[in-house]
C-alpha cells in the first residue's frame, strides 16, 4: 500500500495545494466584498465593522477584487479536478487491493473446503460389517 500511495503523491499533494488555493481565494474575496460595503472584519468582537474607504484603496480593491474573481473560476475548476482524481485513484487502488486480497483469501478458503470435503468422502467411504471393515475406494 506505500508505494501505491507514494506513486499517487503528486495528486495527492496538487490536491492539497489547490484546495489552499481555493481557501485563500475565498477569504480573499470576503474581504474585498467587505470592502465594497464600507466594512472591515473585526477579529477580535467576531463581526464586521463601518469604515471609511478612500477613492485609492477602493479602486485597488476593484482590481484585486476583479483579478480574485477571475481566478476563482479556474482554481475551482483545477480544484475539483485533482480532488475527484484524488478520490478516484484511493478508490482503485483501494479496491484493487481489496480485490486482490479477497481472491487470495477465496483460493485459501477454498482449498481449506476441499481438504474438508475429501476428509468427509473417506470416513464416508468406510463402512462396518460386524468385526470386518471393507473400504471402498472412490
Not at 15 to 32: D, G, N
Not at 45 to 65: A, E, N, T, W
Not at 96 to 121: S, T
Request: aromatic share 14%; with cysteine.
Amino acid at each position: 500500500f506505500d508505494i501505491t500511495r507514494i506513486s499517487l503523491l503528486h495528486i495527492h499533494f496538487l490536491s492539497s495545494l489547490f484546495a489552499a488555493c481555493q481557501r485563500l481565494e475565498l477569504s480573499t474575496l470576503t474581504s474585498l466584498w467587505l470592502l465594497f460595503r464600507g466594512k472591515k472584519r473585526n477579529v477580535l468582537r467576531q463581526r464586521s465593522d463601518h469604515l471609511k474607504y478612500d477613492h485609492m484603496q477602493l479602486l485597488l480593491g476593484i482590481v484585486m477584487f476583479t483579478i480574485c474573481l477571475f481566478m476563482f473560476t479556474t482554481v475551482l475548476v483545477y480544484h475539483s479536478y485533482f480532488a475527484i482524481m484524488n478520490f478516484l485513484a484511493d478508490l482503485c487502488v483501494c479496491g484493487l487491493w481489496w480485490y486482490g486480497f479477497m481472491v487470495i483469501e477465496g483460493v485459501m478458503q477454498y482449498d481449506q473446503i476441499v481438504i474438508e470435503e475429501k476428509k468427509r468422502q473417506r470416513t464416508a467411504d468406510i463402512s462396518w460389517k460386524g468385526r470386518e471393515m471393507e473400504f471402498h475406494p472412490v
